[in-house]
């Protein structure tokens, strides 16, 4: 299968890579939806992750929402995985053409890809809901800056809040419309560590229509059966693998 993957790589010139939450396990980065993740949240908060982290719950519990958000969303000491790596080299030989991630740990940039589509936004960057002033993450994780765990702006004292996009809120028009037109463009999608089950993101590989469609995820999706290939293991090894041959 290595070898298959190898082969359209090989034949292939304007890939797009479509990832999920798998991407950064391997960075030990855990999945929230995971059985352990809703079980952490369930017994220390009473509540669903999906629930601690939506909009409503973000603006009538702030001080509860940053205690979960910090705990759990937040991996400052997170390196780039074989993945993350194999990825920004396949852009270096100008076959990779864009990144489209539903992480929002900025993994992918630190690796060293350049055009990285972030449909659920990045922990790094935040704002002041006032001013709009903006802040590194650095800034929101120290505690002198903080109100309990509520971030403070340094110019106006207003609430920061992560530019992520919350349960409740919706994608960037940017984001969504370079990602999609990405999709739309290639030859190859590669779709890796996720089960395709959040939507809407989950929809935009239905812009594709190119050559070859691969699946690289540890669990079988709804969408195996459309596609070229399908590898069930860890997204790292393979990526290393197939494009280490090339």
Request: charged share 20%.
């Amino acid at each position: 299968m290595y070898e298959e993957l190898t082969t359209i790589l090989k034949e292939s010139n304007n890939i797009v890579f479509f990832g999920g939450a798998g991407v950064s396990t391997e960075s030990s980065i855990p999945d929230f939806r995971s059985e352990q993740g809703l079980y952490h949240a369930q017994q220390a908060y009473g509540m669903s992750p999906e629930q601690m982290i939506s909009h409503s719950f973000f603006l009538q519990n702030t001080e509860t929402f940053f205690d979960y958000y910090k705990s759990n969303m937040i991996y400052v000491d997170a390196e780039p995985n074989p993945a993350h790596l194999a990825l920004a080299k396949l852009e270096d030989m100008g076959k990779l053409k864009a990144v489209v991630t539903q992480n929002i740990d900025g993994l992918h940039q630190k690796a060293g890809s350049r055009t990285v589509h972030e449909l659920h936004g990045s922990v790094l960057r935040n704002y002041c809901m006032d001013c709009g002033a903006s802040y590194d993450l650095e800034y929101v994780m120290d505690p002198t800056r903080c109100d309990g765990h509520i971030p403070r702006c340094g110019k106006c004292g207003g609430i920061i809040k992560p530019d992520v996009v919350l349960y409740e809120e919706a994608l960037d028009d940017a984001q969504i419309r370079g990602a999609v037109d990405a999709i739309a463009d290639a030859d190859t999608l590669i779709i890796g560590g996720t089960s395709l089950v959040v939507y809407p993101a989950a929809g935009f590989i239905n812009y594709f229509h190119g050559k070859h469609l691969v699946l690289i995820n540890k669990s079988s999706t709804s969408y195996d059966g459309r596609a070229d290939l399908v590898i069930h293991e860890a997204i790292g090894r393979v990526l290393k693998e197939a494009v280490g041959n090339l």
